[in-house]
């Protein structure tokens, strides 16, 4: 069981990841960062009964989720543009 302070820590964390990366070349937020993070949350959620924590994490696991959408979507794109079935 974590505390809501252990908990927000977590959440605190993967979302200053999230923020550098988008400010940093140097920095990388790989896919398997970000289905790690989104397990992370996933526990965060379950085992902490803070109600401002267990938002936190479901909002952030909201955006992992939105990232791993999109970056789907750019490769499904260009495999069909490699392909040739999109111009």
Do not use: C
């Amino acid at each position: 069981m974590l505390t809501g302070k252990q908990a927000k820590r977590i959440v605190r964390h993967i979302e200053n990841h999230i923020k550098e990366y988008t400010v940093n070349p140097r920095l990388e937020l790989t896919d398997q960062d970000l289905r790690e993070y989104r397990q992370r949350l996933k526990e965060v959620v379950q085992t902490t009964n803070s109600p401002g924590a267990q938002r936190k994490a479901a909002w952030t696991y909201e955006l992992v989720e939105k990232i791993q959408y999109i970056r789907g979507k750019i490769h499904q794109t260009k495999l069909e543009i490699l392909n040739g079935k999109k111009e």
